[in-house]
T-cell receptor, first 111, second 116 residues
Framework: AQSVAQPEDQVNVAEGNPLTVKCTYSVSGNPYLFWYVQYPNRGLQFLLK??????LVKGSYGFEAEFNKSQTSFHLKKPSALVSDSALYFCAVRRDDKIIFGKGTRLHILP | DAGVIQSPRHEVTEMGQEVTLRCKPISGHDYLFWYRQTMMRGLELLIYFNNNVPIDDSGMPEDRFSAKMPNASFSTLKIQPSEPRDSAVYFCASSLGGTGRRETQYFGPGTRLLVL
């Protein structure tokens, strides 16, 4: 069955450094993969998605994600972290008409 | 568009009471989703609708939970009777149909429910 795993509960990064939030997936067929972000006391916001095409997907707020079929990964990246990037990040995969979310990774950007 | 609207934003009730959560999706969206978020279980999909018809309610925890979508602009999630373990943040989300579009969901601000 389609699923995603986020191996890190929390990631700490110094402001200005590059950041990576990891996600691995398990799907049959072609994967549809997504990243969402949740700021404190808010609903989730869509960041980016991979359906087909280029393995490097660009999204909102300067984030990008790299689809790697051989490693079954879809890591979220940003070249230079901002304190305002501190939030809860969810990786997700499509299953039928719905999407299944990972458990989330809390990203702390340290000033 | 105002985005997905949920009410109330906060609800405190006593065990055994009926709770009704409300959602207004983005105009024109034909998919509507109800989620529950807790620290222990993360984000769970409870039920979703397409064109006002419930498609998958396999995530609804038990018969105490029910959801309706009487028209394209309104949905309710009802818990009767409520229990302390129902305490969570409940999110509504909507999206447009079509491959590659329906997965881009727009979330409301959530209803924080506390059952005493």
């Amino acid at each position: 069955a389609q699923s995603v795993a986020q191996p890190e509960d929390q990631v700490n990064v110094a402001e200005g450094n590059p950041l990576t939030v990891k996600c691995t997936y398990s799907v049959s067929g072609n994967p549809y993969l997504f990243w969402y972000v949740q700021y404190p006391n808010r609903g989730l916001q869509f960041l980016l998605k991979y359906i087909t095409g280029d393995n490097l997907v660009k999204g909102s707020y300067g984030f990008e994600a790299e689809f790697n079929k051989s490693q079954t990964s879809f890591h979220l990246k940003k070249p230079s972290a901002l304190v305002s990037d501190s939030a809860l990040y969810f990786c997700a995969v499509r299953r039928d008409d719905k999407i299944i979310f990972g458990k989330g990774t809390r990203l702390h950007i340290l000033p | 568009d105002a985005g997905v609207i949920q009410s109330p934003r906060h609800e405190v009730t006593e065990m055994g009471q009926e709770v009704t959560l409300r959602c207004k999706p983005i105009s024109g969206h034909d998919y509507l989703f109800w989620y529950r978020q807790t620290m222990m279980r993360g984000l769970e999909l409870l039920i979703y609708f397409n064109n006002n018809v419930p498609i998958d309610d396999s995530g609804m925890p038990e018969d105490r939970f029910s959801a309706k979508m009487p028209n394209a602009s309104f949905s309710t999630l009802k818990i009767q009777p409520s229990e302390p373990r129902d305490s969570a943040v409940y999110f509504c989300a909507s999206s447009l149909g079509g491959t590659g579009r329906r997965e881009t969901q727009y979330f409301g601000p959530g209803t924080r429910l506390l059952v005493l």
